[in-house]
């Protein structure tokens, strides 16, 4: 076994390089972006030769998947990296996908954000592997990210399901020392012979659904005695019982002794799950004499909740549901010891011992100089022209996920709305036929691609007052300067293929000096009562840093 020393995110990736990888698609996004950058990193050709396999961002998580059923279906392997909230996006062929004959194995890695490091909730993708009857396999370090991305291909293939494979901003971002395993072939090209197992027409799509819960027999065979679900009864205290998953078991083990020596030297009796579907019998082998349970898991309460349906008798369950854990937020060595009742550790902030300083709030901002910031003063600039003009409020600026979302927060202050990919241009239009004279989206280049061209059609069908504004900075900036799918100069002739009219699809360089003949543009457009589209266009400072960088070393990336 060789060692080396990766982040999460990596070893998920060279996990599946080692599981013999032939395709993997993606869209970035925090914490999940480095397992395909190192995909792409380490991608052997462009092409599926022998030894080869493909690596490569798409226009978003939908799409993503898509292809890579397209790759199962050749009886090749793929994965499909994502963030939590992309997996909303890619919702549509993930639940119908767990109905399919799955050929090739397909995984799904999914990185959550507990704690909302750089998303826009919390929410937590056992909930989806639940929903869609599929297997999750939920590592606790970067040991386990790499052996359950293998593990999770030979699943996928046994059970002919997609598996999902959990992944959490604080494993996805620490290294560690991993011990690696021999590359093992990749699948030959062998298309699924079946093809009604691919077709989900009604007829077969019934006859599908019947096959996915009868795997769910199996499954839950295969979850209770997989390793990674230990249970720990021997010599154990069973008037405490305690359940773990995820990181959270490396929590509870670093406050394990000093529990142990609070009970008199008795050690609790304990169950870690980390591959779902729920290990059933081990739970109820864990709670059948125990007083009470508590529960331990990293993001929302999905074993606690499920516990109610599971027990038979009743039992105190004691986790996030009651506050006993913290229902918010990530959890650390410090958040798991209050929910066990443990004093503060010395030297910790809530402890009395040390004092430290509050530390100012530090909100995110655009980075000085970017581009961004010269477009947002000049649409603030036409705003506060216009909105007093009516003797009301008559705008409403929808911005989008992303760099320009940034703009919300001083000295710019201009977004009203910031909620999902693609929802400004929606919002925008929506908020024109409620009556809102000045309708405005905000939206950037990568975004506009992502989800922003379908709404636009609406709007354009409906010939909708509004206007677009697309902040083109010629990368996907926030997640570290991934190229967008379609270069600049491909965005007018592609709006104007919409439907758009040309008079109305205006290009601006987004520079500070141009701020009042600009604004002079912008609002002759936002007064226009139609559609139209502005476009700011001006390159990302740290795309142009690495760019330049890049052909100093006369190398492309």
């Known amino acids: 076994m060789k060692e080396q020393a990766l982040l999460g995110d990596e070893a998920a990736a060279l996990g599946a390089i080692h599981a013999g990888l032939s395709a993997a698609y993606g869209y970035p996004g925090t914490p999940s972006t480095e397992i395909m950058e190192y995909l792409i990193e380490n991608a052997q050709g462009s092409a599926l030769a022998p030894g080869a396999f493909l690596a490569s961002w798409c226009v978003n998580e939908k799409t993503a998947l898509e292809a890579a059923l397209g790759v199962s ?44 490091h750089s998303s826009q909730n919390e929410q937590d993708s056992r909930f989806y592997a639940s929903f869609a009857m599929v297997p999750c396999l939920e590592p606790r370090n970067q040991q386990e990210a790499y052996t359950m991305t293998r593990e999770a291909f030979d699943l996928s293939e046994k059970f002919q399901v997609p598996v999902l494979l959990r992944m959490t901003t604080r494993l996805s971002h620490a290294r560690a020392q991993i011990k690696t395993e021999p590359e093992r072939a990749r699948n030959p090209l062998s298309k699924a012979g079946d093809k009604t197992q691919w077709m989900l027409l009604p007829a077969y799509a019934r006859r599908n659904y019947i096959s996915l819960i009868e795997k769910q027999r199996g499954l839950l065979e295969w979850s209770v005695v997989h390793p990674s679900n230990k249970l720990e009864l021997e010599g154990r205290d069973l008037s405490l019982a305690v359940i773990t998953s995820g990181l959270g078991g490396n929590y509870y083990e670093e406050n394990l002794e000093d529990l142990v020596k609070s009970r008199g030297g008795k050690t609790p009796a304990r169950l870690h799950i980390g591959a779902y579907p729920l290990p059933e019998a081990s739970i109820l082998r864990l709670c059948e004499k125990a007083d009470r349970v508590i529960v331990i898991e990293e993001g929302q309460p999905v074993i606690e909740e499920r516990l109610r349906g599971i027990l038979t008798h009743s039992i105190t369950v004691n986790g996030k549901l009651d506050g006993t854990v913290s229902r918010t937020g990530e959890l650390d060595p410090d958040v798991v010891r209050l929910g066990l009742a443990l004093p503060p ?213």
């Open 73 to 116: 279906f050749a009886g090749k392997r793929a994965m499909v990296t994502m963030k939590h909230v992309g997996l909303n996006v890619a919702s549509d062929p993930f639940m119908n996908g767990a109905l399919l004959g799955i050929k090739g194995g397909l995984v799904i890695a999914v990185a959550d954000d507990p704690g909302m």
């Open 345 to 557: 550790r010395p030297g910790v902030l809530n402890s009395g011992t040390v004092s430290l300083p509050k530390l100012p709030g530090r909100p995110p901002q655009l980075c000085t100089g970017c581009p961004h910031g010269d477009s947002y003063e000049t649409i603030k600039k036409v705003i506060q022209e216009l909105d007093p003009a009516e003797g009301h409020p008559n705008t409403a600026i929808n911005s989008d996920i992303g760099c320009y979302a940034l703009g919300a927060t001083p000295p710019y202050s201009v977004p009203e709305s910031i909620v999902c990919m693609g929802a400004s241009v929606g919002m925008a239009r929506g908020a024109a036929e409620a009556g809102i004279k000045y309708a405005i989206g905000v939206i950037g280049d990568s975004t506009f691609l992502h989800s922003g061209i379908p709404p636009l059609i609406d709007a354009i069908i409906a010939d909708t007052p509004m206007t677009l504004i697309i902040l083109d900075n010629s990368i996907v900036a926030m997640t570290g300067c991934q190229q967008t799918m379609i270069g600049s100069d491909k965005f007018t002739p592609l709006i104007l293929g919409l439907g758009i009219k040309s008079e109305h699809l205006v290009e601006l360089e987004a520079k500070r000096q141009l701020l009042e003949e600009n604004a002079v543009k912008l609002k002759k457009e936002i007064e226009y009562p139609g559609l139209s589209v502005v476009i700011f266009k001006r390159e990302c400072l740290e795309a142009f840093r690495k760019r330049r960088k890049a052909e100093t070393q006369g190398g492309s990336k």
